[in-house]
């Protein structure tokens, strides 16, 4: 009896995994028919001390190619894949902060309440007191000079005063990363920002929306200096089958991102995908390492052609600190704000673009690769002031 069960047991177990991959193998967004990924292990190297003085790359990353990595899909993935994510369900908190400014729409005449409803819901949006300022006193011109008289007419040219400000800065079209080089160099895009802010996160996600556009990604794992940084990137790379550089731990990150670069220029990838570290305890040494960074990776065959800062919804005008100091160490071509899903403080998007004039270009909306959104001004403006958001 007992022998049957264990035998029962182990037949269930195998039948299990069997079924976790091939839904894997015939999901059509993860690129079905493509060749499995390959994870390319670091081969035992001594640990190199970062010297941010000089562009020499140390040969401290050998790479040897090794087994692909164990399929990793969970329920939540299968579902976030099949309900794809609105920024319209994304902005639930954020719309919170707005909903007394959205009642505003009814009433007849402009109360003060009115003004005083505005600039809180402004401001505790964090929308920043810059920004609130120049657009109550835009508001308030046009209802002295009797262009606006009710709450919808107000609400109205809000919304347009808003878009307006989004649109200040050019942003290329459905969340578009530039793929634009010179002949025979590989585009590289960058990942940048603090701890914690979900810079790796957003590399699974964009690894796997330019997998499913049919692009032949490889990530460099260019965070060597927390302990499973490069695990937890082998993890996104199965999950979207793309292929991952490691680098030992405490490697120079440059010269990570440098042999991805060669790698994938050698190979054909048509886009190297890295991560970096996020630590800011020196700042000094934060903006020297990814000045060093970025002029590695800008070496033939590598071309830079995106720098995104990611940064996190939840810090409100943090978020404006945090980008002013990137933007010194490298010229940063747009923002991902993430985990603007749990922050009521989406506002911080249009202090952003207004006060330093960087797009941003997607919004992080959960955990799961495609839990990632082109940012839209309008459908962005309508989730937080519609009544009724359709995005
Ligand atoms: N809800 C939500 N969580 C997110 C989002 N993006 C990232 N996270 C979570 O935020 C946490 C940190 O994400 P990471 O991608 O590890 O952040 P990181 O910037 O790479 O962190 P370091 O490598 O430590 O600097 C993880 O638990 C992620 O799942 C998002 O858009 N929404
Ligand atoms: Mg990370």
């Known amino acids: 009896m007992v022998t049957i069960l264990i035998i029962i047991g182990i037949v269930v177990v195998l039948a299990g995994a069997g079924v976790v991959v091939t839904k894997r193998r015939s999901s059509p967004a993860l690129g079905a028919g493509t060749p499995a990924p390959q994870r390319i292990e670091p081969a035992a190297v001594a640990p190199v001390v970062l010297d941010t003085t000089t562009d020499a790359v140390p040969a401290d990353v050998a790479v040897v190619e090794g087994a692909p990595v164990a399929p990793v899909v969970t329920p939540a993935d299968e579902l976030s894949e099949s309900t794809p994510p609105s920024v319209g369900a994304a902005s639930a908190k954020s719309r919170g902060i707005f909903a007394g400014l959205r009642a505003a729409r009814r009433l007849k005449a402009i109360e003060p309440s009115t003004w005083d409803e505005l600039e809180s819901s402004l401001l505790r949006g964090d929308v920043g007191v810059t920004t609130t300022t120049r657009l109550l006193e835009t ?29 200040q800065v050019e942003r290329p079209e ?14 590289v895009w960058l990942l940048v920002g603090v701890n914690g802010v979900g810079k790796t996160t957003t590399i699974g996600k964009l690894a796997y929306r330019a997998g499913g556009e049919g692009k032949k990604v490889l990530l460099a794992a260019g965070d060597t200096f927390r302990a499973a940084a490069g695990e937890q990137l082998a993890t996104w790379g199965a999950r979207s089958e793309v292929d991952v550089v490691l680098g030992a731990a405490g490697a120079d990150p440059s010269a990570v991102i440098f042999d991805a670069v060669q790698r994938a220029g050698a190979r054909g990838f048509d886009v190297v995908i890295a991560d970096t570290a996020g630590r800011l305890h020196n700042k000094v040494n934060l903006v020297e390492e990814l000045k060093k960074i970025r002029r590695v ?46 922050s009521a403080r989406g506002g911080v998007v ?3 673009e207004a006060e330093l004039k960087i797009p941003v270009r997607f919004l992080g909306v959960g955990e799961h690769a495609s839990d990632l959104i082109a940012f839209e001004p309008i459908a962005f403006v309508d989730a937080l002031l519609a009544d009724d958001p359709v995005a």
């Not at 046009?142 to 649109?167: M, Q």
């Not at 578009?176 to 002949?183: P, Q, T």
Request: no cysteine; proline share 2%; hydrophobic share 45%.
């Open 139 to 167: 508001l308030r011109a046009e209802v002295a000079a009797g262009t606006v008289t009710d709450g919808s007419g107000l609400l109205e040219r809000l919304r347009s005063l808003l878009i307006a400000t989004l649109s």
């Open 350 to 352: 249009v202090a952003i």
């Open 174 to 187: 459905h969340g578009e990363l530039s793929l634009e080089v010179a002949a025979g160099r590989v585009p």
């Open 297 to 342: 990776a800008d070496r033939e065959p590598g071309q830079v052609t995106e720098v995104l800062l990611v940064i996190d919804a939840t810090t409100g005008q943090n978020a404006l600190q945090q980008a002013r100091q990137f933007t010194e160490a490298v010229s940063v071509t747009g923002i991902v704000l993430s985990k603007f899903d749990g």
